[in-house]
C-alpha cells in the first residue's frame, strides 16, 4: 500500500526513525536471543525487483541471464552470514485496492508513452530516471528464486498483510522492503532495500518505537495515522480537508513549504487529542464527513491488525480475523481448488487459482506502444489463449447445454491495452478449444498418471493456441524449451497480421544463438540504436512467455517449468539486434553467427511455423522495415496514426481483421472507450 508523505516526513523531518544496522551483529544478537533457531528475513520481493535489476538495458525486453546473476549475487550474501530468505510474492488484488491499482496503471501508461517518444526522437534508450521495470519481471523473479531452492510464497491475500502477519506469527528477524505500511504493522523491525549495502551487509532499519516517540503517539495509534494521511484503502480525497485543518491548526502562519513537511506531525497531532475509544473514532468520522454504516476509517485501521490483534479505536468485538474470506469459488470440486490453492501458494502455478476461485485475473502494464497502429497490446493478442484456459478450468462448470451461446462463463479481465480506461473489466466469454471427445476433466489432466494422460495433457496445451493438429511435428521436436517457443510463435504469427518473416527470423535467431551465451558475453553486446517496434516486440514475446506458463498449469504441466524460463531463451539486447540486422537486408548466415549447425535447425524451425501457418491461410511476407532513427514506423508507410490521447481506433489497425469484439462507438466523443465483450457472447477469434 504506502502511506501518504510518510516516507517524505522519515527522510526529511524526522531522521531519528532511521537506524542504521549491521545484519551481522543483528543475526547474531537474533541467535543469543532465540538459541537454536536461524535467522530469517522475509523479503517484499515486489519491493526489490527494481534493487535486483542491475543491468544498465532495461528497454530491450529483459537482460534475463544478468537478472538471474544478480539475484544469486543477492543469495549468497545472505547465505554467508547463515540468514535465511523467505520471499513473499503479491497474488492477488483485493477489491478495496482496485482503484488505487487502476491509478497506478494508467499513471504508468503515461510514462510507458514517454518512453516510446523519447525512443522514436533519439533512438536511445532513455536515461534511469526513465527506468520502467521489463515486461513480465515479477513474474519470472518468483520461478527464477524457486530455481535456486529458496522459500517462495504467493500470497493469497493483500501480500503486505501476509508479509506482517507471517513474519510476527514465525518470529521472523526482519521484513526487507520499501513500504512504508511496514512502520505502520506491529511486527518484527522493518529493513530498507533501497539502503541495502550488499558487500556491507548494512542498511537502514526503520523503527516503530522512535516514530511513536517522535510523534507522541502509542503503537496502537499508528494505523488510524495511516488512514487519516491516505493510503490504497482511504483515498486522498476522503481525507484531504481534515488534514488540511490539521495543518492549520498546527502551523499558524507558517511558510507553505513547511506546512506539508509537517503534516504527518499535525495529524498525529490531532489524533493525541482525541478520545482513543470507538466513541473517539466516531469524532473522527464525523469530522471527515463519513456516514457509512461499515465505515471505510474502520476497515482501514482493521486491515492493518495481526490474527488476533485488536484496537481501541475499533469496537471489543472487532478482532482482525486470522485467516482470510474467501468468494463463492466459481468450481465446484473442493479437491481441485485445495490442489490449485496449494500451487498458487507455492509459486508453482499462475493464474488458474484466481480463475477458478474468483473467476477475475489482471494484469499490470506492459512496455509496448500504444501509437504503433501496426502492432496491437499483449492483452488484446492472447485473449484467445487465455480463454481457452478459461474454458479448460471451468468446463466441468458450463451449464446443461455446451452448443448454446449462453452456455459461456465469463471471466472478469482487468487488463491494460490501448483505449481501455479500466472504468470496468471486460467480461470475456471461457471458450474450451476444439479436442476429439472434448475438454479432459481437471481430475485427470491435473492428477491421472501415464503415458495417454501425458499425450493429452500435451494435446490439451496446443489446443490452447489452435494448432492441436500439429502435435506429431512439435513432439519430434526433441527440446522441449524449443518446441514451446515455436509454439508461441506460431500463435505469435497467426494472431499479428503485421508480422513480417524478418520479425520471425530475428526471434527464431536469438533463440538459438542465446544457448552458448552466458550472461557476461550477453552484457557485452552493444546495440547500434534502439527500434520502439523491436522494443515492443520484445515485450510481446516475454508476456507469450508468462502465457505460456498459466497454460502449461492448465493443462496439468506437459512441460517442466524450468524450460519455459526466459533465460533459457531471451536476451533483450540480442534479440534487438538481430531484429536490426534482420531488416537490415543481413543473411540466414550473419544471423546465426556463422554456425553451420544453427543455421539447419533455423531452417527446420522456420519451416514448421511456415507449415503451421499456411494451413491456418497465413502467408508470413517480407516487410523490411527503414530502421530511421527519431521516425516512428508509422511514417514509413505514408500515414499517420490513428491513435488517440485516450485509445485507438481498432478497426483502422492493419492487424484487425475482425477477430476482436468489435467498439461500438457513436460519435467522436465516445472514442477512447473500451469496446465490451457483452457477457455469453460466445465468439471464437479464427486463428
Not at 382 to 390: F, G, M, P, T
Not at 566 to 584: N, R
Request: a neutral charge; proline letters at 5%; one cysteine or more.
Amino acid at each position: 500500500m504506502g502511506v501518504k508523505g510518510l516516507q517524505q516526513f522519515v527522510d526529511h523531518i524526522c531522521p531519528a526513525v532511521k537506524v542504521w544496522v549491521d545484519l551481522k551483529e543483528m543475526a547474531e544478537q537474533y541467535r543469543c536471543s532465540h538459541p537454536g533457531r536461524s535467522p530469517v528475513v522475509i523479503v517484499d520481493t515486489l519491493a526489490c525487483l527494481r534493487y535486483w535489476y542491475t543491468s544498465g538495458a532495461w528497454v530491450h525486453g529483459g537482460q534475463w541471464r544478468e537478472y538471474l546473476e544478480s539475484l544469486k549475487s543477492f543469495v549468497r550474501a545472505f547465505s554467508a552470514t547463515s540468514i535465511e530468505l523467505v520471499f513473499v510474492f503479491d497474488g492477488v488484488i483485493e477489491e478495496k485496492k482496485r482503484d488505487e491499482w487502476i491509478k497506478r496503471r494508467l499513471r504508468n501508461n503515461r510514462e510507458i508513452a514517454t518512453i516510446f517518444q523519447y525512443i522514436k526522437a533519439t533512438a536511445c534508450q532513455p536515461g534511469r530516471d526513465m527506468f520502467f521495470i521489463p515486461s513480465g519481471l515479477a513474474t519470472f523473479t518468483c520461478f527464477a528464486l524457486k530455481s535456486l531452492g529458496l522459500n517462495v510464497m504467493v500470497s493469497l491475500k493483500e501480500a503486505d498483510y501476509e508479509i506482517a502477519s507471517y513474519a510476527r506469527l514465525n518470529d521472523g528477524m526482519a521484513i526487507l522492503s520499501q513500504d512504508t505500511d511496514f512502520l505502520i504493522y506491529d511486527t518484527v523491525p522493518y529493513l530498507s532495500i533501497s539502503n541495502l549495502s550488499l558487500e556491507k551487509l548494512t542498511t537502514v532499519m526503520y523503527s516503530r518505537e522512535n516514530l511513536c516517540h517522535a510523534l507522541r503517539l502509542q503503537m496502537m495509534d499508528l494505523p488510524l495515522l495511516a488512514c487519516l494521511l491516505g493510503n490504497d484503502i482511504v483515498s486522498e480525497s476522503v481525507v484531504g480537508r481534515l488534514k488540511s485543518r490539521c495543518l492549520a491548526e498546527y502551523s499558524l502562519g507558517g511558510p507553505n513549504a513547511r506546512q506539508r513537511k509537517e503534516m504527518v506531525a499535525a495529524v498525529a497531532c490531532y489524533i493525541s487529542r482525541v478520545d482513543h475509544s470507538h466513541s473517539g473514532l466516531k469524532e473522527v468520522k464525523r469530522n471527515l464527513q463519513l456516514h457509512s454504516g461499515e465505515s471505510l476509517l474502520e476497515k482501514g485501521v482493521e486491515c492493518y491488525l495481526m490474527p488476533g490483534q485488536s484496537s481501541p479505536w475499533l469496537p471489543l468485538n472487532r478482532i482482525s480475523p486470522a485467516t482470510p474470506q474467501c468468494e463463492m469459488p466459481l468450481h465446484s470440486d473442493l479437491k481441485i481448488l485445495q490442489f490449485a490453492r496449494e500451487k498458487h501458494f507455492k509459486a508453482e502455478s499462475s493464474m488458474v487459482y484466481k480463475i477458478l476461485s474468483t473467476g477475475e485475473v489482471d494484469c499490470s502494464n506492459t512496455l509496448e506502444d500504444d501509437m504503433d497502429p501496426d502492432l496491437p497490446g499483449q492483452a488484446i493478442v492472447y485473449r484467445s489463449a487465455r480463454q481457452s484456459v478459461y474454458g479448460i478450468l471451468l468446463a466441468a462448470e458450463s451449464y446443461a447445454q455446451p452448443n448454446s451461446a449462453t452456455s459461456c462463463r465469463t471471466i472478469k479481465e482487468w487488463f491494460v491495452y490501448p483505449g481501455n480506461l479500466l472504468q470496468q473489466p471486460d467480461l470475456v466469454p471461457a471458450l474450451p478449444p476444439e479436442l476429439p471427445g472434448g475438454i479432459p476433466d481437471l481430475q485427470t489432466l491435473w492428477l491421472a498418471e501415464g503415458s495417454v494422460v501425458e499425450e493429452l495433457r500435451y494435446r490439451t496445451f496446443l489446443a490452447c493456441f489452435g494448432i492441436q493438429d500439429y502435435i506429431e511435428e512439435f513432439q519430434h521436436l526433441k527440446d522441449p524449451t524449443v518446441a514451446a517457443v515455436c509454439c508461441l510463435l506460431a500463435y505469435i504469427t497467426l494472431q499479428v497480421s503485421t508480422l513480417s518473416l524478418e520479425d520471425l527470423n530475428a526471434y527464431l535467431a536469438q533463440m538459438l544463438c542465446i544457448q552458448d551465451k552466458s550472461a557476461d558475453q550477453l552484457s557485452q553486446i552493444q546495440v547500434p540504436r534502439v527500434d520502439s517496434r523491436a522494443v515492443h516486440l520484445a515485450s510481446l514475446f516475454i508476456r507469450g512467455l508468462a502465457m505460456l506458463i498459466s497454460i502449461n498449469s492448465a493443462c496439468g504441466f506437459p512441460f517442466k517449468m524450468v524450460d519455459l524460463m526466459p533465460w533459457e531463451v531471451f536476451d533483450g539486447k540480442l534479440f534487438h539486434t538481430k531484429y536490426l540486422q534482420s531488416h537490415s537486408g543481413s543473411t540466414m548466415e550473419d544471423l546465426l553467427e556463422k554456425n553451420d549447425v544453427m543455421v539447419h535447425k533455423f531452417q527446420k524451425l522456420k519451416d514448421l511455423i511456415n507449415t503451421v501457418c499456411a494451413g491456418k491461410n497465413r502467408i508470413i511476407q517480407s516487410q523490411p522495415r527503414p530502421l530511421v532513427p527519431g521516425r516512428g514506423m508509422s511514417d514509413f508507410h505514408g500515414r499517420g496514426s490513428h491513435h488517440t490521447s485516450q485509445g485507438a481506433h481498432f478497426s483502422h489497425r492493419p492487424w484487425y481483421q475482425g477477430q476482436h469484439p468489435q467498439p461500438r462507438w457513436t460519435n467522436s466523443a465516445q472514442r477512447g472507450r473500451r469496446p465490451q465483450v457483452r457477457p455469453g457472447f460466445c465468439h471464437r477469434r479464427p486463428l
